[in-house]
């Protein structure tokens, strides 16, 4: 599974737009983008994912590049129980195990 | 909304002790999986388990570690030996299939004294 990269941390106003950045250059064409979050020390919550195609639905927004070779993970409006986490995870169809990163710690104040 | 639960939430064992953790994972997902995570360092892959069979595991997940689906609901992790780096949230996962998404249960905090 390709290797990604994200900023170790990021601050966002409450209300505002969240956009976590992710480079994953060496992404296969079968592979996709999955984003989760870790709020404290909770299980890892789904957020989204996508191939190729951007993606939105009731928590976020998926933008993918065209050359597939990075994604944004936009959260519209910021609120505090925003504050985690996020990881980029990027995942074959060959294998069954999530590889987590570090992640980028999101920080949303009032 | 379905969710994979866990239990217990905390145990504390003793150096050498057993420890089972059970996971119940939503009801019609047939792969599973089992993550740890150290306090204070990254979420790891232990285990996949599909059809009674173990599909995947990781170097983490050696001799010591035993995984079972006793039942057609429970889906448990056997720590047979606990030593003191055992020490981690451990966090039981589910999928309907190897390429759908994996959900998360809220994890068992082990403290091996």
Same mark, same amino acid.
């Given at each position: ?110 | ?51 009674? !069979?173990? &599909? ?9 570690? +035993?995984? $079972? ?6 889906? /448990? ?7 003191? !780096?055992? &020490? ?9 299939? +190897?390429? $759908? ?6 994890? /068992? ?5």
């Amino acid at each position: 599974d390709a290797k990604t990269t994200q900023p170790t941390s990021m601050d966002c106003a409450e209300g505002r737009a969240a956009n976590l950045p992710c480079n994953h250059s060496t992404i296969s064409g079968n592979e996709y983008v999955y984003w989760y979050r870790q709020i404290h020390s909770q299980g890892p919550q789904y957020i989204i994912h996508g191939l190729k195609n951007n993606e939105t639905n009731e928590m976020a927004s998926l933008i993918i590049t065209e050359d597939r070779k990075s994604s944004t993970l936009i959260l519209p409006h910021a609120t505090l129980r925003d504050t985690a986490v996020y990881y980029c995870i990027v995942k074959g169809q060959a294998g069954t195990a999530l590889i987590f990163g570090k992640g980028t710690t999101l920080s949303v104040s009032s | 909304e379905p969710e994979v639960t866990q239990t217990p939430s905390h145990q504390v064992t003793q150096m050498g002790q057993e420890v089972i953790l059970r996971c119940v994972p939503i009801s019609n997902h047939l792969y599973f999986y089992w993550y740890r995570q150290i306090l204070g360092q990254k979420v790891e892959f232990l285990v996949s388990f599909y059809n009674n !069979e173990i &599909s995947e595991k990781s170097e983490i997940f050696d001799d010591q570690f +035993s995984v $079972e689906r006793p039942d057609g609901s429970n889906f /448990t992790l056997k720590i047979r030996s606990t030593k003191l !780096e055992d &020490s981690a949230m451990y966090f039981c996962a589910s999928s309907a299939t +190897s390429r $759908e998404t994996q959900y998360f249960g809220p994890g /068992t905090r082990l403290l091996v004294l």
